[in-house]
């Protein structure tokens, strides 16, 4: 079975450009999280979605981070315009309830 | 959800036994608590979870004390590849999971 497949493995930009992440869930899994890691600290949680709806935006920083999940079953993350601070881990989760949960492997956003 | 304190690192040797104990004096009483792996470039990795008393599998066993105030992680007869960052978490019914930072946990031959 695929694990969660997240897309591109790394990144670099200027600041204040544009970036988007991409995440395959595991096939069947319902619920998929967009968290963000610092060097040093645990992921925390950006956004949560059951299939296509999102039910947990509330530390996701809205004026220039977006996400979507067409069809209930990948999903985008997008930093518009990127800002220094915003360098990190960008993790993937998907789960079946509270079943499976299962990461990605992140990808390295390095905004220059 | 719960906050949990875990120590910041621990150090070990091939063959032992490491012991990680992770406090929620919040716990709530439907929250679970699960504990996670990750290695560097790595995404987390689901570990062990219980609810009470003790629970093993092939990689560790976890130990609930009755109040769940604690608990502790035991992997046994530790390796190199063991060195790794171990999260303590307390998930509720929606199974938000809140990181802390972890306890590194550095594996010495």
């Known amino acids: 079975e695929a694990g969660v497949v997240q897309s591109p493995r790394y990144k670099i930009i200027e600041k204040k450009q544009p970036v988007a992440f991409w995440c395959n869930p595991i096939?069947?899994?319902?619920?998929l999280y967009w968290y963000l890691q610092n060097l040093g600290q645990g992921p925390e949680l950006l956004i949560r979605?059951?299939?296509?709806?999102?039910?947990?935006d509330s530390q996701l920083p809205k004026d220039r981070f977006s996400a979507e999940r067409l069809k209930g079953v990948d999903s985008t993350l997008k930093i518009q315009p990127a800002e220094l601070g915003d360098s990190a881990v960008y993790l993937c989760?998907?789960?079946?309830?509270?079943?499976?949960?299962?990461f990605g492997s992140g990808t390295r956003l390095t905004v220059v | 959800l719960a906050k949990t304190t875990q120590p910041i690192s621990m150090d070990s040797y091939e063959g032992q036994e490491v012991n990680i104990t992770c406090s929620h004096n919040?716990?709530?009483?439907?929250?679970?608590i699960t504990w996670y792996q990750q290695f560097p470039s790595q995404g987390p990795r689901f570990i062990i979870q219980?609810?009470?008393t003790k629970v093993t599998n092939e990689v560790a066993s976890l130990f609930i004390p009755a109040d769940r105030k604690s608990s502790t992680l035991s992997l046994p007869r530790v390796s190199l590849s063991d060195t790794a960052v171990y999260y303590c978490?307390?998930?509720?019914?929606?199974?938000?999971?809140?990181f802390g930072a972890g306890t590194t946990v550095t594996v010495r031959a």
């Open positions: 096939s069947g899994h319902n619920t």
């Open positions: 989760a998907s789960s079946r309830g509270r079943d499976g949960y299962t």
């Open positions: 979605y059951e299939n296509e709806e999102a039910v947990d």
């Open positions: 978490l307390v998930a509720d019914n929606d199974y938000k999971l809140s």
């Open positions: 219980g609810y009470k």
């Open positions: 919040n716990i709530a009483t439907n929250d679970y």
